[in-house]
């Protein structure tokens, strides 16, 4: 049986994009009735491991990054984000890159943004495939990195099913206000202060935005602007549990993402499950990810967000069929095609490295 091993040592980073994608791989291989791999995982050595009968949990310390042959000799090995650390690689094994984004391309001024992408080069240079989370992300990549026929295979991340896990209404929820509802790391790059001149337009709906608080220049700058627009319906509330998440997303009139940088867009699905309306930019990958099922500004004039928010909620919120729909689109991302499309692709270079070997 060939060997694969999934690099998941950045799974303890709490309500973060990269550790959904991780802990969703392992309980992924570990539901799996035949495998067809044996399979290891590569985790924190602080991490707590789960029963497992499929899966060889392998922890891993910082040092082992430069003593390679510390690492297990595998056919695949799975790097699950563009900046990995661990990786040994022998003649018999192959190795696959998942790229998340190139949002540093736009984030980064030139000379950050090209240093940025010869590292990435130099490490596509050395796989053997490359997956990426959207067309969006691989089309950026076939547009700045050299690929060299290297096969690049889109995977959507798998979108856990929330709609019969437990809610719980939060304590910062106080009132029977209407309330609208934004999720991520807040973070200039998601763009939630584009929200507060917004909201200075509805006062009679609460807006609560939720997420790590990853940046404290720019919680400072959320903090002033609603200071100076003396907001009174705005609360950063800062980490939330899966079960306040949960209500809040039942119980928003709609779910903002205004964000100008995403390589998926996870909230956006996770809205969409519950029928909520959703409200999206533009920009990179949310388009794609929404799927013709959220109404899309086109820019971030605070007039023009308020008017097209107020007008097409209802709307939305109305028309049955249309949510429906939009429920069993953002069900249909399930971690059982995921699963399926990476051992597809497992199989296919492991062959390639059996022959090889």
């Not at 584009?194 to 790590?212: K, P, Y």
Request: aromatic share 12%; net charge positive; proline share 5%.
């Amino acid at each position: 049986m060939p060997s694969v091993l999934i690099d998941a040592t950045l799974i303890n980073q709490k309500n973060t994009g990269l550790a959904n994608v991780m802990q969703s791989l392992v309980r992924g291989f570990n539901d799996i009735a035949q495998p067809t791999f044996a399979c290891n995982v590569l985790v924190p050595a602080n991490y707590t491991m789960p029963a497992s009968t499929n899966i060889n949990f392998i922890p891993v310390r910082k040092w082992q990054k430069y003593l390679t042959f510390s690492l297990p000799n595998v056919n695949i090995w799975h790097s699950t984000y563009q900046s990995f650390r661990y990786l040994r690689k022998t003649n018999q094994t192959r190795q696959i890159v998942t790229i998340h984004d190139l949002n540093f391309l736009y984030e980064k001024n030139k000379f950050k943004a090209q240093r940025h992408l010869n590292i990435l080069q130099q490490r596509i240079n050395r796989a053997d495939a490359v997956v990426t989370i959207s067309q969006f992300v691989a089309d950026d990549i076939k547009k700045n990195i050299v690929l060299n026929n290297k096969p690049l295979e889109v995977i959507y991340n798998c979108v856990e099913n929330l709609q019969q896990q437990p809610a719980i209404k939060p304590s910062f929820y106080t009132n029977d206000a209407p309330f609208f509802f934004t999720l991520g790391a807040v973070r200039k790059k998601k763009n939630f202060h584009s929200l507060l001149e917004v909201m200075a337009r509805i006062t009679d709906h609460q807006l609560f935005i939720a997420g790590n608080l990853d940046s404290p220049e720019y919680l400072v700058q959320l903090q002033q602007q609603i200071a100076a627009l003396k907001l009174t319906n705005v609360h950063i509330t800062g980490p939330i549990s899966s079960a306040e998440k949960i209500w809040l997303y039942q119980h928003a009139e709609a779910f903002l993402f205004p964000s100008m940088f995403e390589g998926f867009g996870l909230p956006v699905l996770e809205a969409m499950q519950f029928g909520t309306p959703v409200f999206i930019s533009n920009m990179t990958s949310l388009p794609e990810v929404a799927g013709g099922y959220a109404f899309i500004w086109d820019n971030f004039n605070p007039d023009y967000m308020a008017e097209s928010l107020l007008k097409n909620l209802s709307t939305l919120q109305s028309t049955v069929a249309q949510r429906d729909a939009m429920k069993a689109y953002a069900t249909s991302f399930s971690l059982e095609k995921n699963i399926q499309q990476h051992l597809s692709l497992y199989h296919r270079l492991a062959g390639e490295s059996i022959t090889e070997a």
